[in-house]
């Protein structure tokens, strides 16, 4: 059967986002909850969301169609029993992790990801902060394993949609750290405050949508510590709340420098594009992993903790002055 048809959830759940948003904002005013908020950078956030629905509606068919293509080709047709919708959402949460692990060392994808985390502030209108983009990066092609082994592509989505609702909740400050065991296994806010956070330790960490135990198998859990409070926003924070820059500000950026300069190779034109943010072909910037070997040379306690490399004396740091 190839016409399966489920509710929106995240269209059902829209009520419920205009109501949790209200109510963080009234016990971050009142004082009786952490937070901040920024009047026109909450209204960038939620001009984002619109942004991003109204992408889906006008691009959304390119990544389903992508599917419903490749769903030609399955091996079995697994129906819809209690069962495959369970592992659906675990496979496909596994699926996001890479995705969004992809989307924080790929510029290419970064590009489309980074509107996301470029408020500096952390409440749940950032959870709306979304791209509208993301369907023509060509990151669809993670969902064809689900696919080809029997998940119709409307299945998949509808459980996507779950997973994007808990996502939802864990932007906040409001909630600190929670009971251990969930801690343990589950995304929370503490967790995604590290993902969003800035500081050296906390780069390219927590990439869970809803289970951390991802991290926690592939060694990217970072843990928050209250002596490293999260600061938010990316490593060049943009000045400006105009939603269609802050949309489109990476693309611009990256396509001048893969194409912009004079006297590239093609490799160093396909580095601007494909090799991770802070990457430039005369080792003029920094990224992620050369900010933390920074950090750890001017903070040599610091070497070998979690989010932390060893210390590297020998490697010279890109965008290092040799007087520092």
Same mark, same amino acid.
């Given at each position: 059967m190839d016409a399966y048809q489920f509710p929106k959830v995240t269209e059902l759940a829209i009520p419920f986002f205009v109501l949790a948003m209200l109510i963080e904002i009234f016990l971050v005013q009142t004082k009786r909850a952490r937070g901040s908020f920024n009047t026109a950078d909450t209204l960038t956030s939620l001009a984002m969301g619109v942004g991003n629905v109204a992408a889906g509606i006008l691009l959304g068919f390119i990544s389903f169609s992508v599917l419903m293509w490749v769903w030609q080709y399955r091996v079995a047709d697994l129906g819809l029993h209690w069962w495959v919708f369970l592992t659906a959402f675990l496979i496909d949460d596994l699926r996001y992790y890479w995705y969004h692990r992809i989307a =924080?060392?790929?510029? @290419?994808? @970064?590009? +489309? =990801?980074?509107? =996301?985390?470029s408020s500096q502030h952390y409440n749940l209108s950032t959870a709306l902060r979304q791209s509208w983009t993301g369907h023509l990066t060509g990151m669809v092609i993670l969902q064809t394993p689900l696919v080809l082994l029997g998940f119709h592509p409307a299945l998949i989505a509808f459980v996507y949609g779950f997973n994007l609702l808990w996502q939802f909740w864990i932007h906040t400050e409001t909630v600190g750290k929670m009971w251990r065991p969930i801690e343990l296994v589950m995304n929370t806010p503490s967790h995604h405050r590290v993902h969003h956070a800035t500081n050296p330790r906390y780069l390219d960490a927590n990439f869970a949508g809803t289970l951390i135990v991802w991290d926690r198998l592939f060694g990217t859990f970072v843990e928050e510590l209250p002596e490293d409070p999260p600061r938010y926003g990316i490593v060049k924070n943009l000045a400006t709340n105009n939603p269609v820059r802050v949309a489109f500000h990476e693309w611009v950026a990256m396509f001048r420098d893969a194409f912009g300069m004079k006297g590239l190779t093609l490799r160093q034109r396909l580095g601007y594009l494909f090799m *991770? *943010?802070? @990457?430039?072909h005369d080792g003029s910037r920094q990224g992620s992993d050369a900010i933390k070997q920074d950090?750890?040379?001017?903070? *040599?306690? +610091?070497a070998g903790k979690p989010g932390l490399p060893d210390l590297d004396t020998a490697t010279p740091v890109p965008g290092l002055k040799a007087a520092e």
């Open positions: =924080h060392r790929v510029r @290419w994808v @970064w590009a +489309e =990801h980074v509107n =996301h985390h *991770p *943010p802070g @990457w430039s950090y750890v040379r001017r903070n *040599p306690s +610091e």
